[in-house]
């Protein structure tokens, strides 16, 4: 069986922070990581705030929750989702064990 992706809790904590700086509307949105067909590489990462849908893989901390639909979780088997804030940009970013090759944005991979 695959293991599902995990959480840092530096991921959760930013997470927390966007939520916090939500405007009245939407504040509590989950986190979705998602994979699609395209990009540099011929898979890119879709990352974005969304409502959960009934089959979504839910991890959650700290009332925060990241979402993970099933279609994507085989190509997220065991990846870390994390939060980066280093001089060249801030971003979430994903360490895939699955990913054979990267772009250099970070947002591109192969398997």
Known sequence: MNLPPKVTPRAFAR???INDAAPDGRPGQALRVAVAGGGCSGFQYDIRMDDAAE?????EA???RVL???VSLPFLAGATIDWSDELIG???TIDNPNA???CG???S???
């Open 109 to 111: 991979f192969s398997i």
């Open 55 to 59: 089959d979504d893989l839910v991890l």
């Open 100 to 102: 054979s090759s990267s």
């Open 90 to 92: 801030a971003r979430f």
């Open 68 to 70: 993970v639909d099933p």
């Open 105 to 107: 944005c970070g947002t």
């Open 62 to 64: 700290g009332g925060q």
């Open 15 to 17: 997470l927390a922070e």
